[in-house]
């Protein structure tokens, strides 16, 4: 099946969309940052960038979407004691990712993993002991 041939519309290139600009009535709220509420009451947020003027809108603290928390972050880390060091492994879509660093300079995800696998080491050989009068079997 032949395609069929363009037409005169289709050959011609699209226009380049609008540079966006901040609106005039904007006000100024810190360094390259304006804010401005339209027409209809939506609240904007316009910042100067190295690419040009970009927008975002502005939503309050209680709708932003919150942050996982370190327990979310680091659940798949393999973590290991090294003495002075600890090391870390963790999957990623490039294969596992593997670093290494002193305990005086963990980040503060790197010391809730850390923790985290002590406490669970430190619970786990408790339970392997046998309690006070009690014979293991």
Known sequence: ?????????????????????????????????????????KKWIYRKSPFGVVRVEDVPESEKPKVAGSEERTKSWKV?????????ENASPFGPQKWTRKKSELTEDE???????????????????????????
């Open 1 to 41: 099946m032949l395609a069929a041939p363009l037409a005169a519309e289709d050959r011609k290139p699209k226009p380049a969309p609008q540079a966006l600009t901040i609106p005039a009535d904007a006000v100024e709220a810190g360094e390259s940052t304006w804010k401005y509420t339209d027409k209809d009451g």
């Open 80 to 88: 290991t004691d090294l003495g002075d060091k600890v090391s870390f």
């Open 111 to 137: 010391k809730y993993a850390y923790e985290k696998k002590r406490g669970s080491a430190s619970s786990m050989s408790a339970a392997a002991k046998p309690a006070k009068g009690e014979t293991k079997k």
